[in-house]
């Protein structure tokens, strides 16, 4: 008897796992992985190629991106919750909702770039490859022997997981739209699909792609670097806020074996970037290995210190004030346009604000950068154009297919 209702149960079990399979897990109603073979709204047959009807491919979902980690959207408010010590007054809290996305686990890496540049040097013009360079001047000063760093930081093997500095904005979408490219083709060949030998651009109707790399938004940057995910109790309830992307005020491990670690790479004080020898605080003077912190709850290293990270926002004060409250973005001066602000190379007063169209929002605290600005809300802005030793980035891409 134990065996016949074993059997059942065995016979019943396979049945509702086939029937989830050919029907989905909508009350047998067709899905995006499993459309049928009919269309619902004509009747007429998917995939009858011999007679030219339309081709349904097969689809499991979104594919993997390399590096990435999947971000959960929901509501969120953005906003410093530090005391504005500068009087900015520019990240002013305010409540928005954020659609589920992807973003690097780590920042883009010396090693990352340097394969960049290969490809550019093999596959496009010379002037193409020299714009791909970074700026390695960005680490001499007149007064500090930095010159190490120029030559070394970039190519030398011991580097080659240190976030890449010395690269622009502009640099960085470049390099997210060469990034898109070359993963599609390799998905596509892995495929064994038609489209791996064109010039990159495979439809999307062949469900192999993925959807393009680009900077996260700012609201996205600042939702992943909270990762308040992690601070839930009951259903739509939080315990707390965080000021920095773990719990607590301060900047020391409170737990395990790592207790009283700093849990980042950030410059302590006037002229304290890594403690004294023997027991150094954060065990690095400049950059660190990307992968050398604690990663916050959704998995991201480094959302606090090593390096600041580009966004894809244009800068402006008021942007709390000028938002839309779903997936926020400012592309450009609408609604605040540039000849508002002094932003003339010389202006009769002496002094210019900087702000313009090609002010470009730059987030998170840097190995060079006091504990304040690792807090995800504080926000700062720097020409599109240029580059800096404390400023990388990472890539973000959309959940496609997904309404939440």
Known sequence: MKYFKGLLFLVGTCFLITSCSLFGKRGGKPIATNPGQISTATGMAYNDEENGGFVVKAFEGQ???????????????????EEDVMSYRDNVERTVSVASFYMDETEIANIHWLEYMHYMAKDSSQEVYSASLPDTTVWVSK????????????????????????????????????????????????????????????????????????????????????????????????????????????????????????????????????????RLNDGALITSYIYEFPPNDYGLYNMAGNVSEWVMDVYRPLSFQDFDDLNPIRRDGFLDEQDKYNNEKKSAQGFTSLISDNARVYKGGSWKDVAYWMSPGTRRFLDQDSATATIGFRCAMIRAGSNY
Not at 74 to 81: I, N
């Open 143 to 278: 007064l500090a022997f930095n010159d190490p760093y120029r030559e070394h930081y970039l190519r030398y093997p011991g580097f080659r997981f240190y976030p890449v500095v010395g690269v622009s904005w502009t640099q960085a979408n470049k390099y997210a739209v060469w990034r898109t490219r070359a993963v599609n083709i390799a998905l596509a060949k892995s495929a064994g699909e038609e489209y791996a030998e064109t010039d990159g651009r495979i439809p999307l109707e062949s469900g192999i792609v993925i959807p393009a790399y680009r900077l996260p938004t700012e609201a996205e940057w600042e939702y992943a670097a909270q990762a308040l995910i992690g601070t839930q109790w009951l259903e739509e309830m939080q315990t707390h806020q965080r000021v920095y992307p773990w719990d607590g005020h301060a900047l020391r491990n409170p737990f395990g074996k790592q207790m009283g670690f700093f849990l980042a790479n950030f410059k302590r004080g006037r002229g304290d970037y890594a403690g004294i020898a023997g």
């Open 63 to 81: 594919p993997d991106a390399p590096n990435t980690v999947f971000i959960e959207g929901g509501r969120a408010v953005m906003g410093s919750f």
